[in-house]
C-alpha cells in the first residue's frame, strides 16, 4: 500500500508497511486473511511477509496420556499449512517469506511471540469464526490482536 505526503516541495511516496504479518489456522477466514496479506506484500517494494500457525495447548489438556501424539500431529499438521501458503506466496510472486510454527494459547502466542519476533508493522486477521459461545467464554483472536499488537491491524472480513 502506497500513501503520499507533501514535503513543502511536491509530493512524494511513502511505504507504510514492510513487514506484514498474517496468522493462518486452515479457516476460510484466515485463508481470505492470507490473500489480502499477500496483496499488501506485493504493494510494497521489498516487503517481506510473515506467515504464522500457533497449535493451541488448549486441546492438549484433556489427552495428558496422548499430548506426545497431539503436539507432533499438531506441529506437522502447522509446518505443512505454513508451507502450502509459503509456495502458494511464491507463485503470487512474493520473493521474502518468513514462517513461524508455535504452541501455545493462539490469541496471546501469535502477538506476543510470533508478532513480536516478526517486528511487523501490520498484522492481517480474519474475522472471528467462533461461535457467539466460544467468542463469550474465550474471546476471539482477532479481538485481542486489536487491542493488545503494538502495529496496525487489517481485520479481513469473508
Request: glycine share 8%; net charge negative; proline share 3%.
Given at each position: 500500500m502506497k500513501s503520499y505526503f507533501s514535503n513543502g516541495k511536491g509530493w512524494g511516496?511513502?511505504?507504510?508497511?514492510k513487514r506484514i504479518l498474517v496468522?493462518?489456522?486452515?479457516?476460510?477466514?484466515?485463508?481470505?486473511?492470507?490473500?489480502r496479506a499477500v496483496q499488501f506484500v506485493k504493494a510494497e517494494e521489498d516487503a517481506v511477509l510473515g506467515i504464522g500457525f500457533v497449535a493451541d495447548v488448549r486441546r492438549i489438556?484433556?489427552?495428558?496420556d496422548y499430548e506426545q501424539t497431539y503436539a507432533k500431529k499438531a506441529k506437522a499438521y502447522g509446518e505443512e499449512l505454513v508451507e502450502i501458503y509459503k509456495q502458494e506466496a511464491?507463485?503470487?510472486?512474493?520473493?521474502?517469506?518468513?514462517?513461524?510454527?508455535?504452541?501455545?494459547?493462539?490469541?496471546s502466542t501469535l502477538v506476543r511471540k510470533i508478532l513480536?519476533?516478526?517486528?511487523?508493522?501490520?498484522i492481517v486477521v480474519g474475522a472471528t469464526g467462533l461461535?457467539?459461545?466460544?467468542?463469550?467464554?474465550?474471546?476471539?483472536?482477532?479481538?485481542?490482536?486489536?487491542?493488545?499488537?503494538?502495529c496496525d491491524v487489517f481485520i479481513v472480513k469473508k
Open positions: 511516496k511513502m511505504s507504510l508497511y496468522g493462518v489456522d486452515g479457516s476460510n477466514e484466515a485463508e481470505a486473511a492470507f490473500r489438556a484433556p489427552l495428558i511464491l507463485r503470487f510472486g512474493v520473493q521474502h517469506i518468513e514462517t513461524f510454527v508455535h504452541f501455545g494459547t493462539p490469541k513480536k519476533n516478526f517486528q511487523a508493522d501490520l461461535t457467539q459461545t466460544e467468542q463469550a467464554l474465550l474471546g476471539s483472536v482477532t479481538d485481542y490482536v486489536t487491542r493488545t499488537a503494538q
